[in-house]
């Protein structure tokens, strides 16, 4: 199973500088052939994104969210056919963010998750405990209740057709360079629990084959030993993604 690094640009690049990063990043990356890489840009340039990408293999595009219809008076969202008809593979949903400051529940996002899937897109499913709750020990009973809440009605052939990002958010840095990130122990452990749950809900052979990627913090100084754990399938990378270089490193240290 290849590995999956997805870069979130979140709120964050014109069309201009979109156009500029996939330029530079596509002929950084044009022989990694041994893992997939998605792009996650904002809705305002996915179209530019997708016209650069044409004929780049390796790179797919995803979006950061989506609504859970097809259409209707839903001022201001973006359906799954909208984002199909883009030219989008993946899509992000229930980030920390999207949780935080929009007051998504898990309910909400399993609603995304299930109308993803009947779009074949692929959901980027986020989980994750804050930091007071892993002071608390609670870390497995938070993820454990969002992975039963946001997988609600999900088969097996689907969840293999989905990725889980474990975001620990108190591992996120938000672009702090004083932050300290999460240990490679630190995720590995959510991993695997994340692993265990999919394996006692489906079956080992399932959990074997569903993709969980690290977002808490992925970089290019932690990337390597991060992705050398046994669990740990790729990353979702937020603030270094944002520059060529650096996302490119992290795609060259697996």
């Known amino acids: 199973m290849k590995k999956l690094i997805a870069a979130n640009w979140k709120m964050n690049k014109s069309i201009s500088e979109a156009i500029s990063f996939i330029e530079e990043f596509k002929r950084l990356v044009s022989n990694e052939k041994n893992v997939d890489i998605v792009v996650c840009s904002p809705f305002t340039s996915l179209q530019a994104v997708a016209n650069k990408l044409k004929g780049s293999g390796n790179i797919k595009l995803g979006a950061q969210n989506m609504h859970f219809e097809d259409s209707g008076a839903y001022t201001g969202e973006i359906s799954p056919l909208m984002l ?99 240990t490679k122990e630190d995720a590995e452990e959510g991993h695997k629990f994340i692993r265990n749950f999919l394996a006692s809900t489906f079956d080992e052979k399932t959990a074997k084959n569903v993709r969980i990627i690290y977002g808490g913090s992925m970089k290019p100084e932690n990337a390597k030993e991060l992705l050398q754990m046994p669990n740990i399938d790729g990353g979702l990378v937020g603030n270094a993604s944002l520059n060529a270089k650096s996302f490119a490193e992290i795609i060259k240290s697996i």
Request: glycine share 6%.
């Open 84 to 182: 199909k008809d883009i030219g989008c593979e993946y899509v992000i949903l229930g980030h920390s963010e999207r949780r935080e400051f929009f007051d998504e529940d898990d309910f909400l996002i399993n609603k995304k998750v299930i109308a993803a899937l009947n779009h074949s897109l692929k959901p980027i499913l986020c989980i994750g405990e804050n930091l007071e709750q892993r002071k608390s020990g609670k870390t497995n009973d938070v993820l454990e209740n969002q992975l039963e809440k946001c997988l609600k009605g999900i088969d097996k052939n689907q969840i293999l057709e989905m990725c889980i990002a474990y975001e620990p958010i108190w591992a996120i840095s938000r672009g702090d360079p004083n932050h300290k990130p999460a």
